[in-house]
């Protein structure tokens, strides 16, 4: 009972067990704490190679047995101090969903916004909690207010659920899509600048930027993008699925005007979990997908009418800041880089074998596409997956043809090792369809 009373003041008070002490257990806690301190001395170069730190990460997720997941791009898993705290806030709702819901856990939404205001580097205002990256830039695409001719410039390589947004807005209200396109990888951000600024016309109203390619890994230059649009008195929308809490940044680096990301990647939060960042000035211009009772009002929450929503799975969001904070964004960051490179400077001696993502840091960092000349993109990935026990996913939209490969914090050099044999092994042997 005087862990329960505990447990509930912590929610109501804001912490709402969102310390990773609540949840880890004390053996890998004490490690854990002792490995960072010890990292802390060392640069992130430095401790992006420290396997011993690396080990006691992986040693806090429960990774498959049964294969080894380089698909974390798509949804990553979540360490088990978030998996514990989604299911200890489960069962607390069950225990009386309506007022432990609304009367308890609602209480705790506002420190969670604070917190990943802080993560973020904006004001608390601008932070609206949602379930991912699709729900955040519909609620921006659907919401402007924008008219027939009004023109949007987007790229060919842009997500699909935005580019369909799009697409339904272009058929029933008549603006126009206007359409980039690149051979990837790009090493010069003048292309894309150029690009968007040949594109840019007396009607165009939004950019919409891509930050990290989800085919690819490409980034995209965000900041110089922001500039050039708000020169011209333009408006920018970031789809940051892929680069929030996998670089080190802050929104409000760049400038723009409309951000959305999906939590559930590479912050390791729950599954249906994401955020959505719009200027303050901005708010009031922007109706609500879900309707609010002051539709036209400046205040970030109008966003978040969702009726019934997974209280328990927002606030283990809490524990995901927490352990990616333990971690530290710049040391996670490189670390990432690390990983892609340590297999991909190895595979791109082959031949056969073409990297479709830069090694510049400025244009990569965890997720990658390889292709291997004679063999589909889905062949690549069902051999990795049926004979190695590897899981990737397969790749073919536009000019692409290759397999994405994302590495995660809990991921081992020796299922690199394994992932390189196995595509040497690929390389060497005729695709299935050419048989």
């Known amino acids: 009972m005087s862990e329960r009373r505990n447990f509930v003041k912590q929610i109501i008070a804001g912490a709402g067990a969102l310390s990773l002490s609540a949840y880890l257990n004390p053996v890998l806690a004490a490690e854990l704490d002792r490995q960072v301190k010890r990292v802390s001395l060392l640069n992130p170069d430095e401790a992006a ?10 040693d806090a997720f429960t990774p498959s047995t049964e294969y ?10 979540q360490p088990r101090v978030v998996q514990d705290a989604h299911i200890k806030h489960y069962k607390y709702c069950n225990e009386g969903p309506a007022y432990n819901m ?7 939404r506002e420190p969670l916004r604070k917190k990943l205001a802080e993560l973020s580097g904006c004001s608390p205002e601008e932070i609206a909690i949602n379930r991912n990256s699709t729900e955040g830039l519909n609620t921006v695409i659907f919401g402007l207010n924008l008219k027939a001719g009004d023109e949007v410039i987007m790229t060919k390589y842009d997500y699909p659920n935005m580019m369909n947004a799009w697409r339904q807005r272009e058929k029933r209200e008549g603006i126009k899509l206007v359409w980039l396109d690149f051979d990837l990888p790009v090493e010069n951000d003048k292309i894309f600048y150029a690009a968007f600024e040949k594109a840019i016309t007396p009607r165009t109203k ?8 989800n085919w690819t890994g490409q980034i995209m230059p965000v900041k110089q993008l ?3 649009a708000h020169s011209k008195g333009i408006e920018v929308i970031v789809d940051g699925a892929h680069t929030f809490a996998h670089m080190d940044f802050k929104i409000t680096d760049f400038g723009c005007d409309y951000f959305a990301a999906s939590l559930h990647k590479w912050l390791c939060a729950p599954f249906g979990s994401g955020l959505l960042y719009i200027k303050k000035e901005k708010i009031r211009n922007i109706w609500a997908l879900l309707s609010n ?4 009002g ?6 978040e009418s969702l009726g019934t929503r997974s209280f328990a799975s927002e606030h283990a969001i809490s524990n995901a800041v927490d352990f990616h904070n333990l971690i530290g964004s710049k040391r996670k960051e490189t670390r990432l880089r690390f990983l892609k490179d340590y297999w991909a400077k190895k595979l791109i001696k082959n031949p056969k074998i073409k990297l479709g993502t830069s090694l510049l840091p400025q244009w990569s960092c965890a997720l990658a596409i390889v292709s291997v000349a004679g063999w589909d993109a889905v062949d690549i990935a069902s051999t990795l997956m049926e004979k190695f026990k590897i899981y990737t996913v397969g790749i073919k939209h536009e000019k692409l043809n290759g397999i994405r490969v994302t590495p995660h914090v809990y991921t081992t050099i020796a299922e690199l090792d394994k992932f390189v ?8 042997n005729p695709s299935p369809g050419k048989k």
């Open 68 to 77: 080894i997941n380089l698909n974390n791009g798509g949804v990553s898993p």
């Open 49 to 58: 190679t420290d396997e011993e730190f690396w080990a006691v990460i992986r």
């Open 421 to 428: 044999d196995a595509m040497t092994w690929i390389a060497s």
């Open 102 to 108: 609304w009367h308890v856990l609602d209480k705790a």
């Open 206 to 213: 939004i950019i919409h930027i891509t930050h990290m390619i």
């Open 298 to 303: 400046d205040d970030i929450r109008k966003f």
């Open 226 to 228: 922001c500039d050039l």
């Open 293 to 296: 009772d002051k539709p036209e």
